[in-house]
């Protein structure tokens, strides 16, 4: 199993900044792609950015240029760097977690979601 815990959600005013950061655990034996998600209220869950095991990134339109997604391999974490934050970025954020355990089995997993509220 490989589980995912995330930290770092909150409240803040519009044009503020927040960092989330999700590390995982577990029987991993490679991580390619981590990526973002986020999921407001009465919404689909929306892709937001993902990095490559390289470092490649990529994000939504809606966050290009204000979010920044990069990873620690040492200490299989990624971070999304939120700045210029609005109102509209409110919703519940997940991360994803791609790769292969031991044995040669693939994962696909999700954190628990951590809430962030952009007051305006």
């Known amino acids: 199993q490989v589980q995912l815990v995330e930290s770092g959600g909150g409240l803040v005013q519009a044009g503020g900044s927040l960092r989330l950061s999700c590390a995982a655990s577990?029987?991993?034996?490679?991580?390619?792609?981590m990526g973002w998600y986020r999921q407001a209220p009465g919404n689909v869950r929306e892709w937001v950015a993902t990095?490559?095991?390289?470092?490649?990134?990529n994000y939504a339109d809606s966050v290009k240029g204000r979010f920044t997604i990069s990873r620690d391999n040492a200490k299989n974490t990624v971070y999304l760097q939120m700045k210029s934050l609005k109102p509209e970025d409110t919703a519940v954020y997940y991360c994803n977690v791609k790769g292969y355990r031991y044995g040669g089995y693939e994962y696909d997993s999700w954190g628990q979601g951590t809430q962030v509220t952009v007051s305006s």
């Open positions: 577990g029987s991993i034996f490679s991580i390619n792609a």
């Open positions: 990095v490559t095991s390289v470092g490649r990134t």
